[in-house]
């Protein structure tokens, strides 16, 4: 059973334009909700994260958007730069340190 | 501050071997977890560890296993290797608090 679903599972932005990528849980009992960022080669970097107590949050070009009540969080990445071409996870855990659960990934490609 | 630091970083075993991976967490990190990056599959939960516990498995068989150590430190062994076992293992730590950092993993290839 996947609780995190992520779509979609490619992207194609132009420079300059807003990537959005979407993501529902299922788990009413998820209190934190990152994203995180993968290069080719690379581990997964935490990029931006929000808890359910707020509805947008927002860093740099980055903002999270968050709808509790539909279970559904979406990633905006403003003004997309070629640079953000990479894989993008959206993510959720219950407190205490659990585990993350993943999405399955957005591949998102910027071209001039 | 050194973060999450894997080895190796590439490795290739033969069919029904055994691997070792290991991982050395972020310092003041408690929580480990691995995770199996397989192509397409995005991230599998593998193993949690805290303080020295196993924590929470996911739904993967027997063969893997693994342990932390008293620095926090940890190490994936993978018994009796198969073709599909191929992937990039990943380890991420966390502190009592909700972020998780990862290594860069270590690329598993089984011929």
């Known amino acids: 059973q996947q609780q995190v679903k992520q779509s979609p599972q490619s992207l194609i932005v132009q420079k300059g334009g807003i990537s959005i990528i979407n993501c529902a849980y299922e788990?009413?009992?998820?209190?934190?909700f990152p994203w995180y960022q993968q290069f080719p080669g690379k581990g997964p970097a935490l990029l931006i994260a929000?808890?359910?107590?707020?509805s947008e949050k927002k860093e740099g070009r980055f903002t999270i958007s968050f709808n509790k009540s539909a279970k559904q969080f979406s990633l905006h990445i403003m003004d997309s730069q070629p640079g953000d071409s990479a894989t993008y996870f959206c993510?959720?855990?219950?407190?205490?340190?659990?585990?993350?659960?993943f999405g399955k990934g957005t591949r998102l490609s910027v071209i001039a | 501050e050194a973060g999450v630091t894997q080895s190796p970083t590439h490795l290739i075993k033969t069919r029904g071997q055994q691997v070792t991976l290991r991982c050395s967490p972020i310092?003041?990190?408690?929580?480990v977890y691995w995770y199996q990056q397989a192509l397409g599959l995005g991230l599998q939960f593998l193993l949690w560890?805290?303080?020295?516990?196993?924590?929470n498995r996911g739904n993967f068989p027997p063969r893997f296993s693994g342990r932390q150590f008293p620095n926090y430190s940890s190490e994936l062994n993978v018994n009796a290797l198969e073709l599909e076992d191929s992937a990039l293992y990943l380890c991420?730590?966390?502190?009592?608090?909700?972020?998780?950092?990862f290594g860069q993993g270590t690329r598993l290839t089984v011929v």
């Open positions: 991420a730590s966390s502190p009592r608090a909700e972020m998780a950092f």
């Open positions: 788990n009413t009992a998820f209190d934190y």
């Open positions: 929000i808890r359910p107590d707020v």
């Open positions: 993510a959720a855990r219950m407190s205490g340190n659990t585990p993350l659960v």
């Open positions: 310092s003041g990190h408690t929580s």
């Open positions: 560890y805290d303080e020295g516990e196993e924590r």
